[in-house]
C-alpha cells in the first residue's frame, strides 16, 4: 500500500499505537459511511458543519452548499481558494465511526472504540463535467443504483448544487478497537466493551410514491461496515 | 422555553424551516449522542477532532486532550483562550445525528435526516473541583454509573487530563425530518426515506476481568434516542 503523506499535522503525537498511515485504511473508514464533519474558518473562527460525501482514489467530494457561508469567504467557483499559498481556505474533513464506549476499571481509561480520518486539502470548487461526475459518484456512495434510478440533476438544478474536490493526499486516520487497557489496575470491577452499531432499517415508502420499493433500495441493508 | 442567541452566524440562512432555536431543542440533541466533532483554527487551518462529551445546563465539557495541539496554540491551563475579544481561541463544536436517507425522485433533493447543533464558543480550561465535576458530568453521560462503579481519578491522573468548558450560549439546532419534498416531480419513481437506527449491543466481558456485567451496565442497552 502507498502511504499517506505525512506532513506536521498528520503525524501522529497521541496514542500513537492508533494511528495508521496507508492508503487502504483511510478508505475503509470512508467506505463505512457517508456524512463526515467539514471544518473551514470564517472570520478567523472555525465552523464544522456536517454534509455528505463521496471519494474515488484521489479526492474526497462534498456536498458544499451547507458550506456555503464560508465558501463566500475565499473560495471562489472553478478555482482554488486561499491566497495562493495554499492557506486561508484550507478544509478539515473527519469521519467518525463509534463502535462502542470502552468501560475500563478506572474512569482515567475509559473511552470510545472508534475508527476516524482526517483530511487536509485546499478544496476546488467543481464545473461542468467534472462537478456531474462527482455528484454521480456522491449519490451513488450514498445509495448505490440511485443516480440511473432517479431523476438526474438538470441545468437548473446543476447550476444551485456546489461540489467541493478535496485532495486525499494529506490525511491522518486513527483506530481504536478492543479492551481496556488497565487490566493492571488493583480496583477490581467489571470491565469490557459495550458494542455500538448502526443499521438500516426497512424503508418507508412515500404515501405519495406509486411504484414498490426497488430492488438496489432492499438489497442497501443491514448493518454499516 | 427560552431561546438561544441569535448572532450573525447562528442565524439560519439556507433551509430555515430546519431551524430551531429553543434551548430545548439542543438539550435534545445532546442527550441523543456522546460524541461531538470539536473545531479549532490552527495556524490559521482549521482542524475537526473527534471527542466524547457531557453537558449540564450551561455548558458543554468535551474532553480536550484529543485537542492537544490546538489547545498549545492559545488556550492556557484556567483561562480563556484567545486576545481577549474573544477571538482567536473560540472553537465550534458540531454534534450530528444521522437518521437515515432522503431518497427522492430527483438527485437534487435528495438528502439526510438529521438531527445536528453547533455550538460556537470561547473555552475555559477547568482546573480543581470544576474539572473534577465536569469530568464526573461526562462519564456519567458516556456510562450512567460508571463514576461510582469505576476507580475515580487520582491526583495525577486527573493533572493529565484537560476538560474544557463551552457556554451554551451561542448555538444552532438543524433538524430533518420525514419525506422527500419532491412529490410533485413527473419522475415516477419510488421515493421515501430509508432510516438508520444506532443501538448499543450485548456488552462483551473484557477476558481478564473478574466480575459479571453489573445492573448499570445491562440498562444501557437498546437504540440510541
Not at 438526474?152 to 478497537?177: F, G, Y
Amino acid at each position: 500500500m502507498s502511504d499517506l503523506s505525512t506532513t506536521e499535522r498528520t503525524r501522529h503525537r497521541r496514542l500513537r499505537e492508533q494511528g495508521r498511515t496507508d492508503r487502504e485504511a483511510l478508505f475503509e473508514v470512508l467506505r463505512a459511511g457517508f456524512v463526515c464533519h467539514l471544518g473551514v474558518v470564517v472570520d478567523g473562527d472555525p465552523m464544522v458543519v456536517p454534509t455528505v460525501y463521496g471519494f474515488d482514489s484521489g479526492h474526497l467530494y462534498v456536498h458544499g452548499s451547507v458550506a456555503s457561508r464560508s465558501l463566500e469567504y475565499g473560495i471562489r467557483d472553478g478555482e482554488s481558494g486561499g491566497d495562493g499559498q495554499g492557506h486561508g481556505s484550507a478544509v478539515c474533513v473527519t469521519i467518525t465511526h463509534v463502535d462502542g464506549l470502552v468501560l475500563a476499571r478506572s474512569v482515567f481509561e475509559h473511552g470510545v472504540n472508534y475508527r476516524s480520518a482526517m483530511i487536509y486539502g485546499v478544496p476546488r470548487v467543481l464545473e461542468g463535467d467534472d462537478k456531474l461526475a462527482a455528484l454521480r459518484c456522491l449519490t451513488e456512495h450514498m445509495a448505490p443504483g440511485q443516480w440511473e434510478y432517479a431523476r438526474q440533476p438538470n441545468r437548473k438544478e446543476l447550476a444551485a448544487t456546489k461540489i467541493l474536490a478535496i485532495p486525499l493526499d494529506e490525511a491522518s486516520v486513527k483506530v481504536r478497537q478492543g479492551h481496556p487497557d488497565d487490566a493492571d489496575d488493583p480496583h477490581d470491577v467489571w470491565a469490557g466493551v459495550l458494542p455500538l452499531a448502526t443499521t438500516w432499517q426497512a424503508p418507508i415508502t412515500d404515501p405519495l410514491a406509486t411504484r414498490p420499493v426497488p430492488e438496489h433500495i432492499r438489497r442497501h441493508s443491514g448493518p454499516l461496515p
